[in-house]
């Protein structure tokens, strides 16, 4: 009796939630939907009215989603007792917390880790996403569809459910505390993405071209990389950026699989930060290396956010 109440319980506060947030996002969701049916062209009050709306909900969007890099960044700019003080604007410029963050052997070590992990990670998933997408894409043989759905599936385990399992492997393999063992399981989660993109947009290539290079000679491998390759960068940009970007903020396997701190990745090298004593936790130096690992990560998705934005909608409109 006791569980079923406690679970009536549970549905009441989540439809009171779903009731409020809807309640909240109706006005923004509607303001956007309006200033897209009416265009840029209507210069009458009531276009104006919402197209004003369709911008505060888009300055409102890129609040929440800055806010807290901004927060880090002044946070890391302050040291002592003005780290605890709530303030928006910056009060000083000091950069005490990131001399201290460099100076850190460990820290230094540990982002050549990530670098290393993260790109042999993407050009492992890459080689076996594109030979596997082909095979998808214009190979046809029974259970294709199904085949392609299995490897979907894989990714809907969380990482704790295949935790055990994962280690259990690593160990037979002999990969404990070594970064190839970061690289196994990160390549293992990354390939179903890379996999079902690639796959999406090898099949909207045209069959001519295939056609054309068959005709010349062409074998499978010369079709992969010399006809297919070059028409593949924005996809094969988009799936490499996000598994490199999976690859450098992943905490739990590189918490699980590695001990020393020569092999620690970034991640877990800011999560063990110590201060002047084991009670002091070091939030400047934290906030500095959190604005140092970051850093590269927007500048990266600024430069390729074209080629992100097409490999991701491959697919998306036929004709």
Not at 1 to 17: D, N
Not at 57 to 86: D, H, K, M, W
Not at 173 to 189: E, K, V
Request: charged share 10%; glycine share 6%; net charge neutral.
């Amino acid at each position: 009796m006791e569980t079923l109440t406690f679970l009536l319980w549970q549905l009441v506060r989540f439809a009171i939630f779903l009731a409020v947030a809807l309640a909240v996002t109706f006005p923004f969701l509607y303001a956007v939907l309006a200033a897209g049916e009416r265009g840029e062209e209507d210069r009458s009050p009531a276009g104006l009215f919402w197209r004003g709306m369709f911008w505060l909900v888009v300055g409102l969007i890129v609040l929440v989603a800055v806010f807290p890099f901004y927060y880090a960044i002044l946070s890391s700019l302050e040291t002592g007792t003005a780290l605890f003080r709530v303030n928006y604007l910056p009060e000083s410029f000091n950069l005490a917390n990131y001399r201290d963050v460099l100076t850190r052997p460990a820290f230094v070590r540990a982002v050549g880790n990530s670098v290393f992990v993260a790109t042999i990670t993407v050009i492992a998933a890459l080689i076996l996403a594109v030979t596997a997408s082909y095979a998808l894409a214009r190979v046809r043989f029974r259970g294709r569809g199904l085949l392609l759905m299995t490897i979907l599936a894989v990714s809907m385990f969380p990482q704790i459910a295949v935790l055990s399992g994962l280690y259990e492997l690593i160990n037979w393999l002999g990969l404990y505390n070594t970064p190839w063992s970061l690289i196994l399981s990160y390549t293992i989660f990354t390939l179903p993405f890379t996999v079902w993109v690639l796959t999406t947009f090898m099949r909207d290539l045209p069959i001519e071209i295939e056609e054309a290079a068959i005709m010349d000679g062409a074998s499978p491998w010369i079709i992969i990389t010399r006809v297919f390759m070059p028409l593949l960068w924005p996809a094969l940009v988009t799936t490499g950026l996000l598994a490199f970007i999976g690859a450098w903020n992943e905490f739990l396997f590189a918490l699980t699989f590695t001990i020393s701190e020569n092999q620690r990745t970034v991640p877990v090298a800011i999560a063990i930060f110590t201060g002047a004593s084991v009670q002091e936790i070091p939030w400047g130096p934290i906030m500095a290396a959190s604005v140092l690992v970051t850093v590269p990560l927007i500048v990266l998705v600024l430069v390729f956010q074209r080629k992100i934005v097409a490999g991701l909608t491959a697919g998306g409109v036929k004709g």
